[in-house]
């Protein structure tokens, strides 16, 4: 049990998902696992253990942005032995041939600041994603039909963002979407030497305007949730 996680030791599997919501992650854990239980509810912030084809899976919400999200992967690392963290997650469609509803593998996560910045100080850390978890999902999405694009996000620490110009510079510079988690992620998996991935569902788009509506936006997110079981398992 830690500050922020109240499971006990044991109730973490060495396999965790991480979607930012704590209430998606309770919808992913009761479609997807058997013999699902409850292993934290500290500050609202669930947590779920259950089985996936036989494998021991965590699916546990981190919260919106990179400092709630370094809480949990810290805790998890550290005091639960967590190997592998997958984010699954929705970002912000940034190229023309990026569609809502497409999934996006991040293999590498750009942003302006992490709280990992103070580590590093001048140097521009370039954190990415496990070769091997991405290699996975690629044959998962494809083995599912599903449009999927690997490359860079921007991870941005705000949500309401007013740099156009900035924008304009990812869009530029071949930046796929835009989410709020994945940099911090791949940053701790790297000093810790675990394995990360983010798996990203397009649910909007900053250039065309187009938004995924509420109502369909579970059957959009299944896939995203199955390419990271199945890349977890499979690499």
Same mark, same amino acid.
């Not at 967590?82 to 809502?100: A, E, F, P, W, Y």
């Not at 942003?111 to 103070?118: K, V």
């Not at 996975?136 to 620490?157: E, F, I, P």
């Given at each position: 049990?830690?500050?922020?996680?109240?499971?006990?030791?044991?109730?973490?599997?060495?396999?965790?998902?991480?979607?930012?919501?704590?209430?998606?992650?309770?919808?992913?854990?009761? *479609?997807?696992?058997?013999?699902?239980?409850?292993?934290?509810?500290?500050?609202?912030?669930?947590?779920? *253990?259950?089985?996936?084809?036989?494998?021991?899976? *965590?699916?546990?919400?981190?919260?919106?942005?990179?400092?709630?999200?370094?809480?949990?992967?810290?805790?998890?690392?550290?005091? %639960?032995?967590?190997?592998?963290?997958?984010?699954?997650?929705? !970002?912000?469609?940034?190229?023309?041939?990026?569609?809502?509803?497409?999934?996006?593998?991040?293999?590498?996560?750009?942003?302006?600041?992490?709280?990992?910045?103070?580590?590093?100080?001048?140097?521009?850390?370039?954190? !990415?994603?496990?070769?091997?978890?991405?290699?996975?999902?690629?044959?998962?999405?494809?083995?599912?039909?599903?449009?999927?694009?690997?490359?860079?996000? %921007?991870?941005?620490?705000?949500? %309401? $963002?007013?740099?156009? $110009?900035?924008?304009?510079?990812?869009?530029?510079?071949?930046?796929?979407?835009?989410?709020?988690?994945?940099?911090?992620?791949?940053?701790?998996?790297?000093? %810790?030497?675990?394995?990360?991935?983010?798996?990203?569902?397009?649910?909007?788009?900053? *250039?065309?305007?187009?938004?995924?509506?509420?109502d369909q936006r579970e059957r959009s997110f299944g896939d995203m949730v199955e390419i990271a079981l199945a890349a977890a398992f499979d690499s």
């Amino acid at each position: 049990m830690t500050i922020h996680i109240g499971a006990k030791p044991g109730d973490i599997a060495e396999t965790v998902l991480l979607p930012g919501d704590p209430y998606r992650a309770k919808w992913a854990a009761e *479609t997807f696992l058997t013999d699902v239980r409850l292993v934290n509810e500290t500050r609202g912030m669930l947590g779920y *253990t259950g089985t996936w084809n036989g494998h021991q899976v *965590t699916i546990q919400g981190s919260g919106m942005g990179m400092p709630s999200l370094s809480i949990y992967v810290n805790e998890l690392i550290r005091d %639960y032995g967590v190997k592998t963290l997958i984010r699954i997650g929705s !970002c912000g469609g940034m190229q023309d041939h990026v569609k809502v509803r497409d999934v996006v593998v991040a293999m590498s996560a750009s942003a302006i600041s992490t709280p990992s910045q103070a580590i590093f100080r001048e140097f521009n850390f370039t954190p !990415c994603a496990d070769w091997s978890l991405i290699e996975a999902a690629v044959k998962a999405a494809k083995a599912k039909g599903t449009t999927t694009h690997v490359g860079g996000v %921007y991870s941005s620490d705000v949500f %309401y $963002d007013e740099r156009a $110009d900035l924008n304009e510079q990812m869009v530029r510079h071949g930046i796929l979407g835009v989410e709020m988690e994945a940099a911090e992620l791949y940053i701790l998996a790297a000093r %810790y030497g675990r394995r990360a991935l983010a798996v990203l569902t397009v649910s909007d788009h900053l *250039t065309t305007g187009e938004a995924l509506p509420a109502d369909q936006r579970e059957r959009s997110f299944g896939d995203m949730v199955e390419i990271a079981l199945a890349a977890a398992f499979d690499s």
